[in-house]
């Protein structure tokens, strides 16, 4: 199970902190994922981190703005996301999958709204 927040409203060049709390399961072999869905528009990847490593992977619009880490203590998720803009506004989802699979555990989302 996985319990997103953290979402709010902010205005531009702002930042926000989304937490993601996973619980049911040993994710040690799982990576763990960010994606966001603006209205009218697909879902999209945002970012991506390995449990047990800590590689990260981003989308090229959030690089150098937005930076993805893991409390493998807390079994959290985090998306720090700084100098937001506007076109970040959208429904946060946080994902899970196994290395070798597709991303099949998801979030409530939360959302963010980003003002000019």
């Known amino acids: 199970q996985l319990q997103a927040c953290g979402g709010g409203l902010v205005q531009a060049g702002g930042s926000l902190r989304l937490s993601c709390a996973a619980s049911?399961?040993?994710?040690?072999?799982?990576?763990m994922g960010w994606f966001r869905q603006a209205p009218g528009k697909e879902r999209e990847f945002v970012a991506s981190i390995t449990w047990r490593s800590g590689y990260t992977n981003y989308a090229d619009s959030v690089k150098g703005r937005f930076t993805i880490s893991r409390d493998t203590a807390k079994n959290t998720v985090y998306l720090q996301m700084n100098s937001l803009k506007p076109e970040d506004t959208a429904v946060y989802y946080c994902?899970?999958?196994?290395?070798?699979?597709?991303?099949?555990?998801w979030g409530q989302g939360t959302q963010v709204t980003v003002s000019s």
């Open positions: 049911g399961r040993t994710f040690s072999n799982y990576v």
């Open positions: 994902a899970a999958k196994h290395f070798a699979g597709n991303y099949d555990s």
